[in-house]
């Protein structure tokens, strides 16, 4: 199936893709984003999930997850941001499996905003539809 022979979606059916985007890009946004001053709680959390207490890996971390983000948020952009970002989610996944948090609630909170992540750019994006052809 080519682009062109995507299946069209509604404008309802858009907007609902827009809307599950802009649930994951703000979720990453204010993640990264308190992530890149030295705050004592992220500098907490961080040792409590194995890692260093080092501001500059949080830092690095906050940084590579807005970068990530940001190409999500950009159309042209956006699959190669949603791989990244599921990446992102694995290594969190990784980290709450290794030191053994709850599952439903930690664990897999990064399989749930990959679903909405990947929903909403299915719906808002006929590259996408057209690699993953649900109909026909």
Same mark, same amino acid.
């Not at 809307?19 to 500098?43: E, N, Q, R, Y």
């Not at 983000?69 to 956006?78: G, V």
């Not at 990446?87 to 030191?99: E, L, P």
């Given at each position: 199936?080519?682009?062109?022979?995507?299946?069209?979606?509604?404008?309802?059916?858009?907007?609902?893709?827009?809307?599950?985007?802009?649930?994951?890009?703000?979720?990453? =946004?204010?993640?990264? /984003?308190?992530?890149?001053? +030295? &705050?004592?709680?992220? @500098?907490?959390?961080?040792?409590? $999930? %194995?890692?260093?207490?080092?501001?500059?890996?949080?830092?690095?971390?906050?940084?590579?997850?807005?970068?990530?983000?940001?190409?999500?948020?950009?159309?042209?952009?956006?699959?190669?941001?949603?791989?990244?970002?599921?990446?992102?989610?694995?290594?969190? =996944?990784?980290?709450? /499996?290794?030191?053994?948090? +709850? &599952?439903?609630?930690? @664990?897999?909170?990064?399989?749930? $905003? %990959?679903?909405?992540?990947?929903?909403?750019?299915?719906?808002?994006?006929?590259?996408?539809?057209?690699?993953?052809?649900?109909?026909?």
């Amino acid at each position: 199936m080519s682009l062109s022979e995507a299946v069209p979606v509604s404008n309802g059916a858009l907007w609902t893709g827009r809307a599950l985007s802009a649930v994951v890009v703000l979720f990453m =946004i204010f993640d990264g /984003v308190i992530k890149l001053p +030295p &705050l004592d709680i992220v @500098t907490r959390t961080m040792t409590e $999930l %194995g890692w260093p207490a080092d501001a500059n890996v949080a830092r690095l971390i906050g940084a590579v997850g807005l970068i990530s983000t940001a190409l999500y948020a950009i159309p042209r952009t956006s699959v190669l941001g949603a791989i990244l970002l599921t990446a992102y989610m694995g290594g969190a =996944i990784s980290t709450h /499996v290794r030191i053994g948090n +709850p &599952l439903f609630s930690h @664990t897999l909170f990064g399989v749930y $905003l %990959g679903i909405i992540l990947w929903g909403g750019l299915y719906l808002r994006d006929a590259r996408v539809r057209a690699l993953i052809p649900f109909s026909r």
